[in-house]
């Protein structure tokens, strides 16, 4: 029996509308517009795609929000100083750096200047420790959308055997983090495997959840997973493109192998993506209540 599968597109549009009712009541009822600044430097033809389509989402959710083109000569300085005019910008609730950034920009220097307070990408050491101990911060975007689609799923993680293959501080770590700790799609027991790993199916094939960041394509096979396994696949490879040009994309799993095995699995396109420009709107509206004073 094929797996059902996981709609991060549907999950998504379910959670844009819910932010879209919330950013209405917060205009009419405090006079409050959620905005959201996203800064460019250079133009790398992924990066152009990616604001573009976050700019987009925050124009149909009624945000007020700006896009910052950069030169990729900027200096490193005056790229801190343009951050440091969005900190004290009280119109500004969150402040979105695009990666990468050209060589000789310090990526680290530049993500620690943005307030804690406007880091709605959930970068910032700050928030990350408040997440490590639990405490309320803006979770990184695409492990907050992870826990949505499991919660919104009806996948039970209380006790489950986790199983996180990858362990970037982008997603492989903050996932495992997060679903340690006591809360809604959390309680479970997490395992981490990672390149140097010794054998990646013992552990693979123990998870009740699996969720992969691997980078790789098709790295996991049907045969490294158990009956029943919910899958959550978090990689997008590029593999070759149609004849009209169109890029074919793939995960990090074997996803037409595996979903006759599992009991729930996420699509790619279509299944983890969706999710992480969703939590980004989902924080900077957080951080327009918390700057309001009415979160």
Do not use: W
């Given at each position: 029996?094929?797996?059902?599968?996981?709609?991060?597109?549907?999950?998504?549009?379910?959670?844009?509308?819910?932010?879209?009712a919330e950013?209405?009541?917060?205009?009419?009822?405090h006079?409050?517009?959620?905005?959201?600044?996203?800064?460019?430097?250079?133009?790398?033809p992924?990066?152009?795609?990616?604001?573009?389509?976050k700019?987009?989402?925050?124009?149909?959710?009624?945000?007020?929000s700006?896009?910052?083109?950069?030169p990729?000569?900027?200096?490193?300085?005056?790229?801190?100083?343009?951050?440091?005019?969005?900190?004290?910008?009280?119109?500004?609730?969150?402040?979105?750096?695009?990666?990468?950034?050209p060589?000789?920009?310090?990526e680290?220097?530049?993500?620690?200047?943005?307030?804690?307070?406007?880091?709605?990408?959930?970068?910032?050491?700050?928030?990350?420790?408040?997440?490590?101990?639990?405490?309320?911060?803006?979770?990184?975007?695409?492990?907050?959308?992870?826990?949505?689609?499991?919660?919104?799923?009806?996948?039970?993680?209380?006790?489950?055997?986790?199983?996180?293959?990858?362990?970037?501080?982008?997603?492989?770590?903050?996932?495992?983090?997060?679903?340690?700790?006591?809360?809604?799609?959390?309680?479970?027991?997490?395992?981490?495997?990672?390149?140097?790993?010794?054998?990646?199916?013992?552990?693979?094939?123990?998870?009740?959840?699996?969720?992969?960041?691997?980078?790789?394509?098709?790295?996991?096979?049907?045969?490294?997973?158990?009956?029943g396994?919910?899958?959550?696949?978090?990689?997008?490879?590029?593999?070759?493109?149609?004849?009209?040009?169109?890029?074919?994309l793939?995960?990090?799993?074997?996803?037409?192998?595996?979903?006759?095995?599992?009991?729930?699995i996420?699509?790619?396109?279509?299944?983890?993506?969706?999710?992480?420009?969703?939590?980004?709107?989902?924080?900077?509206?957080?951080?327009?209540?918390?700057?309001?004073?009415?979160?």
């Amino acid at each position: 029996m094929s797996a059902k599968i996981i709609s991060g597109t549907e999950i998504a549009k379910q959670i844009r509308e819910e932010l879209k009712a919330e950013v209405a009541e917060i205009k009419e009822k405090h006079g409050v517009v959620p905005g959201l600044v996203t800064i460019l430097v250079g133009e790398n033809p992924a990066s152009v795609s990616y604001v573009t389509a976050k700019q987009r989402t925050a124009h149909d959710l009624g945000f007020h929000s700006i896009q910052d083109n950069q030169p990729d000569d900027i200096k490193e300085g005056e790229l801190l100083d343009l951050i440091e005019k969005y900190n004290n910008d009280e119109s500004i609730h969150g402040i979105l750096v695009q990666l990468p950034l050209p060589r000789h920009i310090n990526e680290s220097k530049v993500l620690y200047a943005i307030s804690p307070d406007k880091d709605v990408d959930g970068f910032h050491p700050v928030n990350v420790g408040k997440m490590v101990i639990g405490e309320r911060c803006f979770l990184p975007c695409t492990p907050h959308g992870i826990l949505e689609m499991l919660v919104r799923s009806g996948v039970e993680t209380s006790g489950a055997e986790v199983v996180v293959v990858g362990r970037s501080n982008i997603v492989g770590k903050p996932i495992a983090n997060l679903m340690l700790q006591k809360r809604e799609g959390g309680n479970a027991t997490v395992t981490v495997c990672h390149t140097r790993t010794r054998d990646i199916a013992f552990h693979t094939r123990r998870a009740d959840i699996l969720i992969v960041a691997a980078g790789r394509p098709k790295v996991i096979t049907a045969d490294m997973v158990k009956e029943g396994v919910v899958v959550i696949d978090v990689g997008v490879n590029r593999i070759g493109k149609t004849p009209e040009g169109k890029a074919i994309l793939c995960g990090d799993v074997d996803f037409d192998a595996i979903k006759e095995k599992a009991s729930a699995i996420t699509p790619v396109p279509g299944g983890v993506g969706p999710m992480t420009i969703t939590m980004l709107m989902k924080n900077t509206v957080q951080a327009a209540k918390q700057l309001a004073g009415i979160a």
